[in-house]
């Protein structure tokens, strides 16, 4: 078993609108993306963000390209004029999510 760090395959980029936040994930080879598609799942980026993302995750595939989107749902507490979080917008999702760590076989 070994343990990939999400922030040595890929790289990723967040934003926000509203109370959703979207994280998009970017492979940097082919090899990465393979695991990025068998393992980061919308239920595992649920997971690791915890409290912070009430609503659902859903996960898109964007092959082409070789990146994965995840759209979060009620996840900036109401969104960046109603929240009461520090940060309330979700331009900090995708470096939280770079710590993500897996393993695989």
Sequence with gaps: MKTVKLID????????????????VLAYNKEAYQLLKTH??????????????????VR???????????VCFEALDGGASRSLR????????????LRLEFNIT
């Design 86 to 97: 520090i940060d309330s917008l979700g331009k900090n999702f995708s470096s939280h999510l």
């Design 40 to 57: 980061l799942t919308a239920e595992l980026v649920k997971q690791h963000f915890g409290s912070l993302i009430q609503g659902k995750v």
């Design 9 to 24: 395959i890929a790289a990723a980029r967040s934003g926000d609108k509203n109370n959703i936040c979207n994280i998009g």
């Design 60 to 70: 898109y595939e964007w092959d082409a390209i070789e990146s994965l989107n995840f």
